[in-house]
């Protein structure tokens, strides 16, 4: 194959060394070795590429010179957007305020919203691509009863907080412990909803669950001891609770600690837990998180990890 002097045997194998694009060193590969004498099924087995493939791209190599080796592909501005700059900004910005029904957004519900109020019928496609180019994800919003008394729980933060940092002033070794039972094969939920990258949502309304799918006795539940200080964890698998398996859990956590160490576990108000027969060994605290506030309780968290 004869092989134009636009660049000499050494200059080819520098662009071929310096090339970080994938087809714009194959394609100068191909010209280098084409330069050297080589066939074009010759070169075709170093570039695992047709011989044609090989003969275009020197072709195109003697018409055009060396730009034409690169992959163009880089330059094509694509498909001309849906929407003008001037739409996503209208897009944005009511996307800084709940949908018009309330609740949370969705695909549908912003589809909808484009159509009235922009005039414009999208497909689904444009409109999860709008939201991830204006740093939208999907998310499992976290779950929060409709009952819940946002200023109580954040009072509740703080006094917890003034408590924890003063016993520890004077010299008490206590452990901030968040609590939570899990039941066996019974899996929450949830729906996934468009909030920006680093957050996560809020969604008021009630629990629902299903049946998973697992080898597992339907009283068969699992308790779980959190420390969001250090990530340490203790988990019981237990058959049913109550208040006498709920004083065997605790006696547990007990033998659990360290030498004059004290746990002080955040926990919520189901029965078993506020029962005047429950036996808390010495060592142990229970506080009680504020009624319909499982937002509040790290370890609730994680159960959306564990379903």
Known sequence: MTVADHLTLNELWRRVKKAKDPIEKH???????????????????????????????????????????????????????????EEQRKVLEALQAPPPDGGLWTGP?????????????????????????????LRVPRPRHA?????????????????????????RRVRLLA??????????????????RGERPLAVGAHRYRWAKIRASPVTYVCT??????????SLLVDGIDTEVMGWVLRELRAWLGEGEEAWVVLDRAGWHVSGRLEVPEGVRL??????????QPVERGKIRFA
């Open 27 to 85: 394609r100068f590969l191909a010209v280098y070795h084409a330069k050297r004498g080589l066939t074009a099924k010759e070169i075709a087995r170093i570039t695992l590429n047709t011989p044609r493939w090989v003969q275009e791209t020197v072709r195109r190599y003697n018409r055009e010179g060396p730009e034409a080796l690169k992959d163009k592909r880089h330059q094509n501005p694509g498909q001309k957007p849906k929407l003008t700059p």
């Open 109 to 137: 519900k912003l589809r909808d919203w484009v159509e009235r109020e922009l005039g414009k019928k999208l497909s689904f496609y444009p409109i999860y691509r709008l939201l991830h180019e204006m740093g939208f994800a």
């Open 147 to 171: 009952k819940a008394d946002g200023a109580a729980g954040e009072a509740f933060k703080k006094k917890l907080l003034a408590q924890v940092q003063e016993a520890r002033a004077e010299g």
């Open 287 to 296: 506080v009680f998180l504020p009624p319909y506030s499982p937002e509040l």
């Open 179 to 196: 609590y939570g039972e899990h039941r066996l094969g019974l899996r929450p939920v949830y729906r996934r909803v468009w909030a920006r």
């Open 225 to 234: 001891f959190v420390e969001p200080e250090t990530g340490e964890s203790l």
